[in-house]
Each structure stands twice: as structure tokens, then as C-alpha cells.
């Protein structure tokens, strides 16, 4: 049974331990930059407790997951590769582009290695069914993205690296990284970006004062897709009311489709929104964290263990690369670009 050892102890430990291990990984230990809170997450869990990752990617296991700040991502997944670990790195891919293309030098130098992004949500039933649907909208005129959640909106919630711009903070790449990666993964490549990304809440509390938050927690995107159609995303991490239905609705010359959660719906040829598929709650057991991405972390899960219990690597054909983890980054540098020069259309880099 591959042996998993995971680097952070935020999501890492709340949604990959439980969803892994129901996917019959066998996880194992964990690393953290809080001794303590890493021992006792590790007693918790019944994993070994590692105070520095160094040590943990030597460690006796199969692969590393990289579930830390942005800022971190480079070191630890050629530092893991090296080390002749497969590796899983969480998005956003690094901190740009350039450091996310050493990423991709790194993981063609270990070609034998699996070396990939956690865009999670790719292995989800309904994602793949548009995917497999796609072509019955015709031509695609836009896109729309529909994230609105209050999760941040508390200004007394305390400053972390969340709030850090510096170590790739933000939810233009918390969150817009993964309906980047979804436009992608339903065969809408993008040229250029317009983009306005905000900072709503500019301080928080920090120790015995506060502290200024340079990332962005508000994000309006339009993307310019290659057949000249245009995709528009908002995202809010401060929204006053409750958290709304994540959507990503396309609309195309013959129909439109929505993805909701775990729900595919489809209207097509004037027809009102019914459900195309629903998604798989039920295949999971036990624990239910993280709602739609902790069942697509559960069903990748499923995946790695192909992959590396039975050597077939088809089980992760449809996972995002290293290389898809540049393509998105590239799109996140743009869109910061264009929001620092107010708003101009911006290419993506080559």
C-alpha cells in the first residue's frame, strides 16, 4: 500500500488524511512548522510527526503532498522529486510563472515519478461528464464564475499567510486557480486577462496589534478564450451574507450547462436547467470534509493508488501536470498584472 506523507497541517490534515485513507492510501506522517501543533495533530491522527519537512521527504514513504503557502511549493517539490518521492503539489503552482516552470524542469528531470497538481475537483463525476458534453453546446459564446463566500469577511479573524501577498496569499489564486484549471480542463485555452483584484479588509489582527493584508480578497476576472468568447469570474472571500452555490455556468450556440458543487445541470435549445448528473456522495464512507473538493480529494485518492499501488498510470491521466500548473500560472501572473496597470488587457506570457 503507497505510504503518504503530508506537508502542512491546515487541509492537509482536516481533508487529505481522512479522504486518502478512505481511498486506501496509507498515510503516515506529517510535517509542520508548529512542533507542537504538528505532535498534536500527529497523536490525533495516528501519524508520525516530523518538526521539519526535510526529514519527512527522506522519510520511508511513497509520496509527498505539498499542502503549504505558495511560497514554499518550489523548494519542497524538487527538494521531494530528488528525494525519489512522487509528489503532489497544492495550487496555486508557486509563486509565478517562473518559478512554476523550474517546477516543470524538476519533474522532467524524474520522468519514472509522478509529479502532479492538486486541482482535485477534475476527478469529480459531473466535471467529467461536461467535459464528455461539452461539444452538444456548439460554438461557446461565455463563461461565468460565481464564488461568493463570507469565510474572510469577519475583520477580527486573525492575519495568517492567507493575508500575505509575499507568500501567495489570496483568493484570485486560493480559488481562481481552480476554475482557471476547469475552463482548461473543458478545452477553453485563454490568451489575455483583464482583471481587477482587490484587498477589502486591509488589516487584521496580529499578536498584540494588527497587521496589514497585502493579498487580494476580492477578484474580477474576464478572460479572453482562443476561439474569441469571453469568460467573466468573480470571487469574494468577504461576502456579508451566507455562503453561496459555487457555479460555472457555459453558454454555448446550442444550450448552456452549469456546474454546481457536485451537480452537473443542462439546458439545452431553450429547455429549463435540469440535472445531468449527480455527483458521488455516496461513494464516499466516512468522512465528508471539504465538501466537493474533499470528494474530489477522496476520488484522486482513489487515482494515486492506482497509480502507484498497480503501476497504472492511466488513473491519472486526466490529473493536472506540472505543465497545466504553469498554464495556470501564467494566468494568475496576467491577471496581476492587469489589475497594477488598472484594468489593461493583459497577454499571457510565453
Same mark, same amino acid.
Given at each position: 500500500?503507497?505510504?503518504?506523507?503530508?506537508?502542512?497541517?491546515?487541509?492537509?490534515?482536516r481533508?487529505?488524511?481522512?479522504?486518502?485513507?478512505?481511498?486506501?492510501?496509507?498515510?503516515?506522517?506529517?510535517?509542520?512548522?508548529?512542533?507542537?501543533?504538528?505532535?498534536?495533530?500527529?497523536?490525533?491522527?495516528?501519524?508520525?510527526?516530523?518538526?521539519?519537512?526535510?526529514?519527512?521527504?527522506?522519510?520511508?514513504?511513497?509520496?509527498?503532498?505539498?499542502?503549504?503557502?505558495?511560497?514554499?511549493?518550489?523548494?519542497?517539490?524538487?527538494?521531494?522529486?530528488?528525494?525519489?518521492?512522487?509528489?503532489?503539489c497544492?495550487?496555486?503552482?508557486?509563486?509565478?510563472?517562473s518559478?512554476?516552470?523550474?517546477?516543470?524542469?524538476?519533474?522532467?528531470?524524474?520522468?519514472?515519478?509522478?509529479?502532479?497538481i492538486d486541482h482535485?475537483?477534475?476527478?469529480?463525476?459531473s466535471?467529467?461528464?461536461?467535459?464528455?458534453?461539452?461539444?452538444?453546446?456548439g460554438?461557446?459564446?461565455?463563461?461565468?464564475?460565481?464564488?461568493?463566500?463570507?469565510?474572510?469577511?469577519?475583520?477580527?479573524?486573525a492575519?495568517?499567510?492567507?493575508?500575505?501577498?509575499?507568500? *501567495?496569499?489570496?483568493?484570485? @489564486? $486560493?480559488? &481562481?486557480?481552480?476554475?482557471?484549471?476547469?475552463? #482548461?480542463? +473543458?478545452?477553453?485555452? %485563454?490568451?489575455?486577462?483583464?482583471?481587477?483584484l482587490?484587498?477589502?479588509?486591509?488589516?487584521?489582527?496580529?499578536?498584540?496589534?494588527?497587521?496589514?493584508?497585502?493579498?487580494?480578497?476580492?477578484?474580477?476576472?474576464?478572460?479572453?478564450?482562443?476561439?474569441?468568447?469571453?469568460?467573466?469570474?468573480?470571487f469574494?472571500?468577504?461576502?456579508s451574507?451566507?455562503?453561496?452555490?459555487?457555479?460555472?455556468?457555459?453558454?454555448?450556440?446550442?444550450?448552456a450547462?452549469?456546474l454546481?458543487?457536485?451537480?452537473?445541470?443542462?439546458?439545452?435549445?431553450?429547455?429549463?436547467?435540469?440535472?445531468?448528473?449527480?455527483?458521488?456522495?455516496s461513494?464516499?464512507? *466516512?468522512?465528508?470534509?471539504? @465538501? $466537493?473538493? &474533499?470528494?474530489?480529494?477522496?476520488?484522486?485518492? #482513489?487515482? +494515486?493508488?492506482?497509480? %502507484?499501488d498497480?503501476?497504472d498510470?492511466?488513473?491519472?491521466?486526466?490529473?493536472?501536470?506540472?505543465?497545466?500548473?504553469?498554464?495556470?500560472q501564467?494566468?494568475?501572473?496576467?491577471?496581476?498584472?492587469?489589475?497594477a496597470?488598472?484594468?489593461?488587457?493583459?497577454?499571457?506570457?510565453?
Open positions: 500500500m503507497a505510504r503518504v506523507g503530508i506537508i502542512g497541517t491546515g487541509w492537509g490534515a481533508v487529505q488524511v481522512p479522504a486518502f485513507r478512505e481511498a486506501g492510501l496509507d498515510v503516515v506522517a506529517i510535517a509542520g512548522h508548529n512542533s507542537e501543533r504538528t505532535r498534536k495533530i500527529g497523536g490525533d491522527l495516528d501519524l508520525e510527526p516530523f518538526d521539519d519537512w526535510r526529514s519527512l521527504i527522506t522519510s520511508n514513504i511513497d509520496l509527498v503532498t505539498i499542502v503549504t503557502p505558495p511560497s514554499e511549493h518550489l523548494q519542497m517539490a524538487t527538494s521531494a522529486l530528488d528525494a525519489g518521492k512522487h509528489v503532489l497544492e495550487k496555486p503552482t508557486a509563486l509565478n510563472a518559478e512554476a516552470e523550474e517546477l516543470v524542469a524538476a519533474g522532467r528531470k524524474h520522468p519514472d515519478q509522478i509529479a502532479l482535485e475537483l477534475r476527478f469529480l463525476p466535471f467529467r461528464a461536461a467535459r464528455d458534453r461539452i461539444g452538444d453546446l460554438g461557446i459564446r461565455y463563461a461565468e464564475v460565481r464564488y461568493a463566500s463570507p469565510g474572510r469577511g469577519d475583520r477580527t479573524r492575519w495568517n499567510w492567507w493575508s500575505d501577498a509575499s507568500q *501567495g496569499g489570496g483568493i484570485w @489564486g $486560493a480559488v &481562481g486557480s481552480h476554475f482557471v484549471d476547469m475552463l #482548461r480542463f +473543458l478545452g477553453m485555452e %485563454i490568451e489575455a486577462v483583464q482583471a481587477t482587490r484587498t477589502i479588509i486591509d488589516e487584521r489582527p496580529f499578536e498584540n496589534g494588527t497587521r496589514r493584508v497585502t493579498s487580494d480578497d476580492f477578484a474580477d476576472v474576464a478572460l479572453r478564450l482562443a476561439n474569441g468568447a469571453i469568460a467573466s469570474m468573480t469574494s472571500a468577504v461576502a451574507g451566507p455562503d453561496e452555490p459555487t457555479t460555472l455556468t457555459i453558454h454555448g450556440e446550442e444550450g450547462m452549469r454546481a458543487g457536485e451537480d452537473l445541470l443542462t439546458a439545452l435549445r431553450g429547455e429549463l436547467f435540469t440535472a445531468a448528473t449527480k455527483g458521488s456522495r461513494d464516499r464512507r *466516512g468522512n465528508s470534509a471539504g @465538501g $466537493a473538493f &474533499g470528494t474530489g480529494t477522496f476520488l484522486l485518492g #482513489r487515482a +494515486l493508488k492506482r497509480a %502507484i498497480d503501476g498510470r492511466s488513473a491519472i491521466a486526466d490529473a493536472a501536470t506540472f505543465e497545466d500548473g504553469l498554464m495556470q501564467r494566468v494568475l501572473d496576467a491577471a496581476r498584472e492587469s489589475s496597470s488598472d484594468g489593461r488587457w493583459t497577454a499571457l506570457s510565453s
